[in-house]
């Protein structure tokens, strides 16, 4: 629910994937990652071809997994947003993947015709946020001293994929580079590479419905999945939920503590309806109100790429003190 992007990815290039190795094994070449054909011959087209589709079904198998596991972002950030990230990192992981192999042939003299096939730089570079802004929840130990959490099962996936090619390595690290350039608040590349709003509402119109579901029943939310695992994975998402919101809730009561005064009504009604019953009681002056706090108008455009009114994220910048994740797990939840 809320991920057709995901589920495109997870769909459609695994289905051409095993076509490819089962049916038609005699056009895999035209989905072959050449570099010595792009540099030489001047093939661009194998950009976009070797780069989309997976010709080890390993690949295919462990980054399908990675793609469904790393739905939250969609869900969190919208289409829009989501799929502009996965843009930008495709676009930026190109270009390292050919920097890293000059710089490998200048420096270890090893020359690179050629370079493993896949959406892998899009999905390393998910790691960056995935790292940054998931929560991270014990699970188990094992031995009583290693802690398996709810992210380590992913880590163990991607190490799988890391592990399942010679230069398999220069696609991690051009992914995880072009994730952390992506996210920097200090380059601004998400300004130069996103998906325009016309584009987004081309594929909404016409692909959307393909691919999405149904909002799911309450049963299904409190983790009533067809298999253990889907039920624990619904858990731990729920769990992830519940982390975030007893975080904003510590953080208030620090606020509060240090005499801060913060707006929560709008995200709060019942905290609103109890400062109206007590406000006969007590007027503040002009003079103990605080100025509004000053909010960015990149973070509000960004709220209402979600789907956010102008005014609802206005009011929630303002009372999380212009912090954009707490302002978005707010307006998620309310």
Known sequence: DKAPLSKSLLLVPSAISILLALLFQHYQKFFAYNLQAIKEDFQIWRLLCGRTICLDLKDTFCSSLLI?????????????????????AWMLSALFDLLLVEITQYIFGITINSLPSGFLGPVFALFVPFYSSIPRV?????????SITNKTLVYIVGLQLLTSGSYIWILALSGLVSGICYNSSILKVHRILCVPNWVAKIFS??????????????????????????????????????IMMSQVAQMRRQRQQQGGMINWN??????????????????????????????????????????????DALEALRASNNDLNVATNFLLQH
């Open 68 to 88: 469904y596991n790393f739905r939250i972002f969609e869900r969190r950030y919208g289409s829009r947003k989501f799929s502009s990230f996965l843009l930008g």
């Open 266 to 311: 709008r995200l709060f009604p019942p905290l609103r309806h109890r400062h109206n019953a007590n406000y006969q009681d007590h007027h503040p002056s002009e003079q103990d109100t605080p100025p509004p706090t000053e909010v960015s108008e990149e973070q509000v455009a960004r709220l209402m790429e979600m789907g956010f009114s102008r005014g």
């Open 205 to 242: 119109w016409t692909l959307e419905p393909i691919f999405s579901s149904a909002e799911p029943t309450n049963e299904v939310r409190v983790g009533m999945g067809a298999t253990v695992d889907i039920q624990r994975q619904q858990r731990m998402e729920l769990l992830d939920r519940q």
């Open 138 to 146: 014990q699970v188990a130990q094992v031995l009583g001293h290693f």
